[in-house]
């Protein structure tokens, strides 16, 4: 029974770092453009903003967020950004953090990204981008 358990684990750890490994070289493989690193927000809330790399005006942003995981280079800041988004990759306040989520202020940090975007970026519409984690 213990070596089933140190195998599953095992098999779970590689299979993280493959995974890991996978979302990195897509990033860097699909690049959409620089990202310009968001310091300075409320609550510690980490960001890296992607745009398109032709320099259209975007008037849609995308929040692309998951409540405990590092979003700053997700496959999908990218490739969004390749097809003209604006696009936010967070990090909430809990990243890394799991025991301590509050959905609540969550609610409060994805509220930050929307106005930063709308605000003092002057874009029109927000997505929010969520899953697994940042669904709810």
């Given amino acids: 029974m213990k070596s089933r358990s140190i195998a599953a684990l095992a098999s779970l750890a590689l299979g993280s770092v493959f995974s890991l490994a ?3 070289a897509m990033a860097q493989g699909t690049s959409g453009g620089n990202p ?3 310091v300075g927000l409320a ?3 980490e960001a890296a903003l992607w745009t398109p790399p032709n320099g259209a005006a975007s008037h849609v ?17 990218s490739n969004l950004s390749q097809r003209g988004f ?6 909430t306040r809990y990243n ?9 202020l969550l609610a409060q940090d994805v509220a930050v990204a929307v106005n930063y975007l709308k605000q ?6 927000v997505v929010l981008l969520g899953h697994s984690g940042g669904g709810p």
């Fill in 61 to 77: 942003g995308v929040i692309s967020v998951h409540r405990t995981s590092n979003y700053m280079n997700h496959p999908s800041c």
């Fill in 120 to 125: 003092t970026l002057g874009l029109k519409y």
């Fill in 86 to 91: 604006t696009v936010f990759c967070m990090n």
């Fill in 43 to 45: 609550h510690g809330i």
């Fill in 96 to 104: 890394d953090n799991e025991t301590l989520v509050n959905f609540d």
């Fill in 22 to 24: 996978t979302q990195q």
């Fill in 36 to 38: 310009q690193y968001v």
